[in-house]
């Protein structure tokens, strides 16, 4: 994605003071195959609405696939991987995150989790055949697993209804989305004792997000107590994050969990996640069997268009549920 030179890379703004962030070994560890499993993700998404999957059910080889097309991918020519861009939101991006002038050391490829999507045939078009399989694959075995989640959630809640959550990203009508990060390591940075930013502050807008990334560490997440610390990355987990519409969907019950991702300055980082979301149309609100008596919302009522259009209209570390909230 073309290297900075060092006198560049001073005046760069992604650089940050070199805070050393401790490597937190506090991180909820949830086994999907535990009686208890719906326990502990409910009390994982109240205490840090973030916790690490294991026992997961999809299988490593799979995700090892994947990291494979990818990065035979980000390792095109620049201008190979740019016919697959510019990101809109959807395609390749380099660089540049969202409309409003957010940048990391990141390039990246934004799918629309419906594979027919105009934008994802445009960046298969141009790749082998097997990249567009395994993709799909990898989004099936992801959704299926994150159906089951949410399900456990539902019931760790005291849902009567399973589906009370997963009914929206099973929605064939469901905004999901599916992106694939690369970055690239960056030498020069570590002459200078600085941090650089692959991905900048912010929570996900969606219901949830799975994430999986190669061994390269990089990912921190802010703790109740503002805190930044580091997740020790884990290449054959998932790690699950707590979206703005889940913390609304169980009225501020959920927090959705503040995250960033910081550039190695010797390996390169590969994630790809799965972020859920619901149809367009749908209504936004605290779940009604999870509310208490005389229990109101905390919140607006809004659409998820209504919420993405304001999203995309926001910087990135935005708190974007502010506006929504009831004052
Ligand atoms: C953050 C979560 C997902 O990566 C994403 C991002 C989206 C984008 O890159 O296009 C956004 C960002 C994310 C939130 C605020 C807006 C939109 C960039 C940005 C500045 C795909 C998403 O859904 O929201």
């Known amino acids: 994605m073309g290297v900075l030179s060092q006198p560049a890379l001073n005046q760069c703004f992604l650089l940050k ?5 401790p490597l937190f070994t506090g991180i909820p560890v949830v086994d999907l195959t535990h ?3 719906k326990t502990l993700i409910v009390k994982a998404c109240r205490d840090f609405g ?17 990291e494979h097309e990818a990065l035979r ?3 095109k020519t620049q201008s190979e991987k740019e016919r697959a861009g510019p990101a809109d939101p959807f395609g390749y991006g380099n660089k540049r995150i969202g409309r409003n002038g957010d940048v990391g050391w990141v390039e990246y490829l934004l799918l629309n989790t419906n594979p027919d999507s105009p934008k994802s045939l445009l960046v298969f078009r141009e790749n082998p055949h097997h990249f567009r399989t395994v993709v799909e694959k990898y989004i099936t075995a992801v959704k299926n697993m994150c159906y089951k989640v949410l399900e456990l959630m539902a019931e760790g809640l005291g849902i009567g209804q399973m589906n ?7 929605d064939e009508k469901s905004d999901s989305c599916f992106r694939m990060n690369h970055y690239p390591p960056c030498h020069e940075v570590q002459a200078l004792n600085r941090n650089l930013v692959g991905f900048g502050e912010h929570t996900d807008p969606q219901i949830i997000s799975v994430l999986r990334s190669n061994s390269t560490s990089g990912l921190q997440i802010c703790l109740p107590d503002g805190t930044w610390v580091s997740v020790p990355p884990d290449q054959t987990s998932f790690f699950i994050n707590v979206g703005d519409t889940l913390q609304v969907m169980t009225n501020g019950r959920f927090k959705s969990v503040k995250h960033r991702v910081l550039a190695d300055t010797t390996k390169s980082r590969l994630s790809m996640i799965y972020f859920g979301g619901p149809a367009l149309s749908e209504k936004i609100a605290p779940l009604p069997s999870l509310m208490s008596e005389g229990e109101e919302s905390l919140y607006k009522e809004f659409t998820w268009w209504e919420y993405k ?7 990135l570390a935005d708190n974007r549920l502010a506006p929504f ?3």
């Open 17 to 21: 003071p070199c805070k050393s962030t």
């Open 325 to 327: 909230e009831k004052s």
């Open 309 to 315: 259009k304001a999203a995309y209209a926001s910087r």
């Open 164 to 170: 009370a959550l997963s009914r929206f990203v099973k």
């Open 73 to 75: 991918f980000f390792k």
């Open 50 to 66: 973030f916790f690490k999957l294991v026992n997961h059910g999809v299988s490593f080889e799979l995700m090892a696939s994947l």
């Open 35 to 37: 009686p208890d499993a």
